[in-house]
């Protein structure tokens, strides 16, 4: 008989699959597809809509004050290579993030 044809007794403290801990054939195998548990909700961060909106509203305001106190947008002085130039122009980077080109020399 070859290896492969011999019947593999399973360990009976191993259940056969992940799902079977403690169901039986019928009855509470709806309730076992769900992986989630009532105890994975205190894991959960859960906020209400309207603090969420206070929120948003709180760090649109921050993110006003630090752009504001920079006055001129960045510019990228340092040359770049023409071929890193042209990929970031295809990706649609604005000008002045890509700078001015090294020279083919």
């Not at 801990?21 to 309730?31: A, H, T």
């Not at 960045?74 to 122009?89: H, K, S």
């Amino acid at each position: 008989m070859k290896a492969s044809n011999r019947h593999c007794r399973r360990s009976a403290t191993l259940p056969r699959e992940p799902n079977e801990m403690n169901s039986s054939r019928r009855g509470n195998s709806g309730r076992l597809r769900n992986s989630f548990s009532a105890s994975d909700n205190q894991l959960m961060r859960r906020i209400v809509f309207r603090d969420w909106m206070a929120r948003r509203d709180a760090a649109r305001a921050r993110l006003a004050r630090i752009e504001g106190a920079f006055r001129d947008p960045y510019v990228r002085e340092r040359p770049r290579d023409p071929e890193e130039a042209r990929l970031l122009r295809e990706r649609g980077t604005p000008e002045h993030l890509i700078g001015p080109e090294r020279n083919k020399s």
